[in-house]
């Protein structure tokens, strides 16, 4: 994502069936420094997703995907995972903003039951 690792965070989170998503202010110097939103979601036997940060002016800065295997007790298999950098092409843009509109104007959010996490 190009920050560094082991910052402090606050995330928020939310299940809907097999859809996971997490909204992560990160926090360099007592400051907040980025927002890094994930969707991903699981099957029986894998797990892709999709990765954004953005700057604290709300303009999308990275995007990429992820995707990976599970073992059969559902834990993931090592060396399976790959990490795909995405353009920011129209299409990516969008589904960003309607990820960002879940999150600051709620839109289905209604019955998503978003809980703090961290």
């Known amino acids: 994502m190009g920050i560094e690792r082991g910052l402090p965070y606050r995330a928020l989170e939310t299940q809907s069936d097999n859809t996971f998503r997490d909204f992560n202010v990160i926090i360099k110097d007592d400051k907040?420094?980025?927002?890094?939103?994930?969707?991903?979601?699981?099957?029986?036997?894998?797990?892709?997703?999709?990765?954004?940060?953005?700057?604290?002016?709300g303009e999308l800065e990275k995007v990429f995907t992820e995707t990976g295997r599970f073992d059969l007790e559902h834990?993931?298999?090592?060396?399976?995972?790959?990490?795909?950098?995405?353009?920011?092409?129209?299409?990516?843009?969008?589904?960003?903003?309607?990820?960002?509109?879940?999150?600051?104007?709620g839109r289905d959010r209604a019955s998503a039951g978003v809980t703090p996490l961290h």
């Open 32 to 57: 907040a420094l980025c927002v890094i939103l994930m969707v991903s979601s699981d099957t029986a036997t894998s797990s892709s997703g999709i990765v954004y940060r953005m700057n604290l002016k």
């Open 75 to 105: 834990r993931p298999i090592r060396g399976s995972g790959v990490i795909t950098d995405l353009e920011l092409t129209p299409e990516v843009k969008r589904a960003f903003k309607r990820e960002l509109d879940f999150w600051l104007k």
